[in-house]
């Protein structure tokens, strides 16, 4: 062989150097959610999106899933009764499309947010529970079929276990009985028949009796042909408690169940001020979350409640509270946003 060609078969033959074999670290969180195969969400704040720019850039570059935080909450659709209000939830699916973001429908049925024409009307009587039944199935029927083939999975049903285990009294489980459920997934499922149909709730990331009667409602909708595809954990977490533990496996009881798993509400807050300290164990906090949806092959989706300190439901409910996000209110990302990023696959 000529010298110069056996240089070339050398060069050739020689292995790849080390990186090359590997992805490159990924440059933002859509990157990262794109090499593990799952998507990373947040929530979005719609006065945020149509007033802030650089909310709107970071939101885009970043994520390729959200949820409308209140926009398509019942109150925000239907603030009067038969008058529909969808701008800024259509405004939520418009911009998500633009953007190859998917989305996740919040919520059909919840205890909360609910306009004041249908809590006071069931208060003083004048909705009865047959109307009260028909006046959910229109409003499932209605929004899941207005954004039909545009959500990827709705949390049909939210929060409906107490922390001890027992059904939240409602006035969906007070004046429909416990049935309520089944028939909001199946109307759902009418609706919008490519949807995942989810049920999503706070604290079950570790509350053991609040996890067994989850499981046994899942068991129960299955059993009866019910459509659930999913299970949502919302993720709740403040530095000031453990870590839970015990989250993947917790998970994993679920998915064997054959369900979708996802992360639909991660945020972690602290006590105010902000230490280099504090940061560091949100940003362990953040990767053992990622790593423990992860590590659970049905885990689709890790979505957080709000990406930027600068809006985030925390402080208005916990005082004294905050900093629960992966970005500072400047958009400058925390170290929980790179402690994130370093997460490797397998
Ligand atoms: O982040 C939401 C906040 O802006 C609303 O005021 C609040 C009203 O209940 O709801 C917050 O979002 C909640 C979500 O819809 C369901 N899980 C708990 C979230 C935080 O409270």
Redo the contacts with the bound molecule.
């Keep these: 062989m000529k010298p110069l060609i056996l240089a070339l078969a050398l060069v050739l033959a020689a292995p790849l150097p080390a990186q090359a074999a590997h992805p490159r670290p990924p440059r933002d969180l859509r990157e990262l959610a794109h090499q593990h195969g799952i998507r990373i969400g947040s929530a979005v704040d719609i006065a945020a999106l149509r007033a802030e720019a650089d909310y709107r850039k970071v939101l885009n570059r970043e994520f390729s899933h959200v949820t409308a935080?209140?926009a398509m909450k019942w109150e925000s659709v239907e603030p009067e009764r038969g008058v529909f209000t969808w701008a800024d939830a259509d405004a939520l699916v418009e911009n998500a499309r633009r953007n190859h973001q998917r989305v996740r429908g919040?919520t059909l049925v919840w205890h909360?947010?609910l306009p004041a024409w249908l809590t006071t009307g069931v208060e003083n009587g004048t909705i009865g529970a047959t109307e009260l039944r028909k006046i959910l199935r229109d409003h499932i029927t209605t929004q899941a079929r207005r954004y039909k083939g545009k959500i990827r999975a709705w949390d049909v049903v939210?929060e409906v276990v107490n922390d001890d285990g027992t059904m939240r009294q409602s006035i969906w489980l007070t004046h429909l009985g416990p049935g309520y459920i089944a028939d909001a997934f199946r109307w759902a499922h009418r609706a919008d028949p490519h949807a995942k149909l989810y049920i999503n709730d706070?604290n079950l990331e570790w509350n053991a009796p609040k996890i067994e009667t989850t499981l046994s409602i899942v068991k129960d909708l299955q059993a009866q042909g019910v459509p659930i595809h999913g299970i949502g954990f919302?993720g709740?977490l403040g530095i000031q408690y453990d870590y839970p533990g015990d989250w993947a496996n917790v998970m994993r009881r679920f998915a064997d169940l054959g369900l979708e798993v996802a992360v639909t509400?991660l945020d972690v807050r602290m006590e105010l001020p902000v230490t280099p300290e504090k940061l560091a164990t949100q940003a362990e906090y953040y990767r053992r979350a990622l790593t423990d949806c992860l590590s659970v092959k049905a885990c689709r989706e890790f979505t957080v409640?709000g990406f930027t300190d600068r809006h985030s439901?925390v402080p208005g409910?916990f005082p004294g509270q905050g900093a629960a996000c992966l970005f500072d209110e400047n958009l400058a990302p925390k170290p929980a946003y790179h402690a994130l990023l370093s997460v490797k696959k397998g």
Excluded: A
């Design positions: 935080e209140n919040h909360n947010q939210n706070y919302q709740h509400e409640w439901w409910w």
